[in-house]
């Protein structure tokens, strides 16, 4: 028993064993709080996201939970897609503005990165993210190194050529996402 | 329980504090020291989380230290520390949720953090309960006034400002603008202001360690 695996190893098991447990515990209590303060932020943001809003409120399209912008009136402006995917060194979650027909992205802002520091994490900066704005939907974006020529590119942060295009991936798809869904609802039970 | 033949409970809190400070003395714990102390809020919040870590750790580690296999250890002490990281990261996620994205990265980074391990190695896995929390407390509070140490100078000589409280000015004038208004000194708020204020920190520590070692050498001495 002293020299085999088990008796070496089962310290090691155990405690993974608790300290899972112990985890599980603590993310399943505080889950709905992060969650909510996830709401908060996401609602905070559209404002600077889609021109004229003022607020927003969640909205479910199939199965995509997405905000829709609204002004002072109350009337729709906009989207904005809670989005995510892989970056470099963790999920990346991001905020996507798109106009009242999807046909232009309004403003990017990311809610949670663990790029590296000092490179990657580049990616929030408010000069990198406001080049998607104005950009047209219609082609998915590329990214490029030198500065962008044409319409669909944006020009990736130096040093995190990953961290760009995973960002740019995930708009890409965000937007693709909502079309998709809008026009399933469009032409879907009437 | 084996006889415990370290340094006992006092020594062991006094320790962390100057003599084995972590920040100046051990140099340990320096990523955080440098990436989150433009503020004083950002490095209250890490020396809180590092602090919370460290008691559980070490406590833990402690309880279970004759259970211990040598060549399993390391592994051990990564487990336990990344369980109450964690924990800590989640908690600031649920509650300071401004505070925890501030800090991005560098909670979660606290599994990585030296101090903790060191202190897992020298003190926990070899001593009690007692001298082990003693020694917590006392490593925490010395890396807290690392931090803050750090943090003051940097965010009163950076934004003008001492746990976000404005002061009343700053270092450098806005001369162009009508009225006078005071600009923030970026170098201080950017990386290179943590090394330039923790070298020179360092120094002055260094400079009153000298002093004290020439002083008890020469009253040593006469006796």
Known sequence: MKNSYIGQAWLVIVLSLAFGAALAAVQATLDPRIAQNKLRDALDQVPRLVPGATGGRAETIGELTVYRATDEQD????????????????????????????????????????ETPGLGDNITAEKWRNQFRGRKTGEDLLVTKAAPTRDREIQGVTGATISSVSVVGIVNSAVTKLRAALADRAGGPS | MSRDTGPTSLERFINGILPENPTYRQILGICPSLAVSNTMEGAVTMAGAVAFVLLG????????????????????????????VTIADRFLAAYMYDMSKQLG???????????IIARCEICAAKQGVGPALA?????????????????????????????????????????????????????MILPPGAFITLGLLMGVMNGIEHARAARLKRTGGKQ
């Open chain 1, 75 to 114: 009337r729709p402006v906009g989207w904005v897609i809670p989005a995510r995917g892989q970056g470099f060194a963790d999920v990346i979650e991001l905020l996507v503005g798109v106009d009242e027909s999807v046909q232009q992205v309004t403003g990017l802002y990311i809610l949670k990165q663990l």
């Open chain 2, 57 to 84: 750790s070490n406590l833990l580690i402690s309880l279970i230290r004759h259970l211990l296999k040598p060549h399993l250890r390391i592994l051990v002490f990564t487990l336990t520390i990344a369980a109450f």
């Open chain 2, 105 to 115: 990265p560098y909670v979660p980074l606290i599994i990585v953090n030296c101090i």
């Open chain 2, 135 to 187: 020694d917590a407390v006392g490593q925490s509070l010395g890396f807290a006034l690392g931090l803050a140490s750090i943090a003051t100078v940097r965010e009163i000589l950076g934004f003008g400002t001492w746990f976000g409280k404005w002061l009343g000015w700053r270092v450098i004038p806005d001369l162009s603008a009508q009225p006078q208004v005071w600009s923030n000194w970026v170098i």
